[in-house]
């Protein structure tokens, strides 16, 4: 058992025992053990150095058939929240315990508080009315939605007001949890039921049996 951890520690960096990720994230350790096979293969797509560079993120990430989806948008922002030691690249233990936080599992508010920074584009601490309108195109854009300019700003405009409640032209994070309780549905996208959800994001890389759209999709209005 312990060649057998040897060996991997030598092959991927920032190897951690399963059985301590486990204890430290929502993952069981087979569920750790099943990520560690999907990370050999993300990290080695195209620099073979055991590490996930934002080149490969962003392949996987835009491998998606849907070709857009709330991650893919914001590729650049994503990949930050994940390299946790901000050195530009992800290891494993990076890799395991950022996706912790799309387990069904993790806490609501770990959920609640990764989102915020996801649409934080600008990462100034709020979410700004053009960072909102990003969400909401990209929300329509994977509900499929198509609606004419103005109607679109109409729905921008009547969320960001429902959101600032404080009037000050910008949500921060007291305001953002308490709207995203008021439209749950909003943070959808931030669990991934089964483990093989995980890997929806990464189809290029992994084999899996079709799953319909919808069971994906993510209501605009809270429904």
Same mark, same amino acid.
């Given at each position: 058992?312990?060649?057998?951890?040897? =060996?991997?520690? +030598?092959?991927?960096?920032?190897?951690?025992?399963?059985?301590? $990720?486990?204890?430290?994230?929502? *993952?069981?350790?087979?569920?750790?053990?099943?990520?560690?096979? $999907? !990370?050999?293969?993300?990290?080695?797509?195209?620099?073979?150095?055991?590490?996930?560079?934002?080149?490969?993120?962003?392949?996987?990430?835009?491998? %998606?058939? %849907?070709?857009?989806?709330?991650?893919?948008?914001?590729?650049? %922002?994503?990949? /930050?929240?994940?390299?946790?030691?901000?050195?530009?690249?992800?290891?494993?233990?990076?890799?395991?315990?950022?996706?912790?936080?799309?387990?069904?599992?993790?806490?609501?508010? /770990?959920?609640?508080?990764?989102?915020?920074?996801? !649409?934080?584009?600008?990462? #100034?601490? *709020?979410?700004?009315?053009?960072?909102?309108?990003?969400?909401?195109?990209?929300?329509?854009?994977?509900?499929?939605?198509?609606?004419? &300019?103005?109607?679109?700003?109409?729905?921008?405009?009547?969320?960001?007001?429902?959101?600032? #409640? +404080?009037?000050?032209?910008?949500?921060?994070?007291? &305001?953002?949890?308490?709207?995203?309780? +008021?439209?749950?549905?909003?943070?959808?996208?931030? #669990?991934?039921?089964?483990? =093989?959800?995980?890997?929806?994001?990464?189809?290029?890389?992994?084999?899996?049996?079709?799953?319909?759209?919808?069971?994906?999709?993510?209501?605009?209005?809270?429904?």
């Amino acid at each position: 058992m312990g060649c057998a951890s040897s =060996k991997r520690s +030598k092959q991927l960096h920032g190897y951690e025992d399963p059985s301590v $990720l486990a204890a430290e994230t929502p *993952f069981t350790v087979s569920e750790v053990e099943s990520l560690e096979e $999907l !990370y050999k293969k993300l990290s080695n797509s195209i620099i073979a150095d055991g590490l996930i560079h934002k080149e490969e993120f962003h392949l996987a990430l835009f491998k %998606n058939r %849907n070709q857009r989806n709330l991650f893919a948008d914001r590729v650049c %922002n994503v990949f /930050d929240l994940f390299d946790l030691k901000h050195n530009g690249v992800i290891d494993f233990g990076e890799f395991v315990r950022s996706l912790g936080i799309f387990h069904p599992n993790a806490p609501v508010a /770990d959920k609640i508080a990764f989102a915020f920074k996801l !649409y934080d584009l600008r990462q #100034t601490g *709020f979410i700004e009315r053009e960072e909102l309108k990003e969400m909401v195109l990209a929300l329509l854009h994977e509900s499929e939605l198509v609606l004419s &300019e103005d109607i679109v700003e109409m729905i921008v405009d009547k969320t960001f007001s429902e959101a600032d #409640t +404080k009037g000050d032209g910008k949500i921060d994070l007291e &305001e953002w949890k308490a709207f995203v309780s +008021k439209y749950p549905s909003l943070m959808k996208n931030m #669990t991934l039921p089964y483990l =093989k959800d995980i890997s929806i994001a990464f189809p290029s890389f992994v084999v899996l049996p079709e799953i319909d759209d919808s069971d994906v999709s993510v209501s605009v209005n809270g429904d």
